[in-house]
C-alpha cells in the first residue's frame, strides 16, 4: 500500500497499460495512460496544480 502526505502526491505518475486486445501477436504495441487514476479523474489536475503552485510562488495567490 502506498501511503502519501497529501492529495497533490497522486496527481501525475498515472498507470500506462498495453492493450493487448487491440492487436495481433507481433504487430504494434497500443498503450492507454489511465488519467482517471488523477484524485480529479482529469488529465486537467496536472495543468490546475501547477497553475495554483506558480500563483502560490509568485505571491498572487496565498495558501
Avoid: F
Amino acid at each position: 500500500m502506498r501511503i502519501v502526505r497529501d492529495i497533490s502526491d497522486l496527481i501525475g505518475n498515472t498507470p500506462i497499460i498495453c492493450l493487448n486486445r487491440l492487436t495481433q501477436p507481433g504487430d504494434a504495441k497500443i498503450y492507454a495512460k489511465l488519467e482517471s487514476y488523477n484524485p480529479g479523474g482529469s488529465i486537467k489536475d496536472r495543468i490546475c496544480y501547477a497553475m495554483v503552485e506558480d500563483a502560490e510562488e509568485h505571491g498572487w495567490l496565498k495558501p
